[in-house]
């Protein structure tokens, strides 16, 4: 039996917008916020969704209400897996089942996370043996406090902007492929995090208040990376390619 230490366990509140493939949101946000364990519970609406409702079938249903999901985040030497059940009411019929795929509509997720950090294990203490007297010893300096543990629910730190080189009057290229871990200033949505690339061809970003977005990068004009003084790669978006 192990006592998880109630310091690396987290709650926070998710809102999908419109549009989001529910599965692979979910496990970009597990990777980017260390979670090595979660549990997930929520309500609202699928756009789509497919659902496993027994073995070897499964049925689509579009405009579906959540009336109950539940399910489990865990991560593995090869990645993150994310398994959900879901209750949903679509046409007036009620459907169970193990959530296949699913595109969100306004949903609203409770998730209490595990952090990376390591369970504490409970053992058996051997008796006390007796021991001759011994002289009274000083009493042992305090400790120095843990640091707090992160949360991960939290917008991602940013790092400060380095100057950005500026651009030249030809200069019509720009940057289509970026690494996870690097950033885009991009000047609507700010200092966005690059968590990788997104399954529908773009690349899936966090922005400073931990909304995740997908960009066209073939479509932006991006400068060369500049460095900041921590060693962060950051792009700047300039606007539109010509």
């Not at 309500?43 to 496993?52: D, K, P, Q, T």
Request: charged share 20%.
């Amino acid at each position: 039996m192990r006592l998880v230490d109630a310091d690396a366990i987290s709650r926070g509140i998710i809102r999908t917008d419109p549009g989001e493939d529910l599965l692979a949101a979910l496990a970009t946000l597990a990777r980017a916020a260390g979670w090595e364990e979660a549990l997930v519970s929520g309500a609202g609406v699928l756009e789509l969704c497919e659902l496993a409702v027994a073995p070897g079938e499964a049925t689509t249903l579009e405009n579906a209400a959540v009336t109950c999901l539940a399910g489990r985040i865990t991560r593995h030497e090869g990645g993150v897996e994310v398994a959900l059940h879901a209750t949903v009411l679509a046409a007036g019929e009620a459907k169970s089942g193990r959530i296949v795929a699913a595109v969100t509509g306004p949903l609203s997720l409770v998730v209490d996370a595990i952090a990376g950090r390591p369970a504490v294990t409970a053992r058996a203490r051997p008796a006390p043996q007796p021991s001759p007297p011994a002289a009274p010893r000083p009493a042992p300096a305090e400790s120095p406090a843990a640091p707090p543990v992160a949360l991960g629910f939290g917008p991602i730190p940013v790092p400060k902007r380095p100057p950005a080189p500026v651009p030249e009057d030809d200069e019509e290229g720009g940057v289509e492929f970026v690494n996870a871990g690097d950033f885009l200033d991009h000047p609507q949505f700010g200092l966005c995090a690059v968590l990788g690339e997104d399954p529908s061809g773009g690349t899936r970003v966090r922005s400073p208040a931990g909304r995740l977005l997908v960009l066209r990068l073939e479509a932006l004009r991006v400068l060369p990376a500049a460095t900041d003084a921590e060693g962060h790669q950051i792009y700047k978006v300039v606007g539109p390619r010509r």
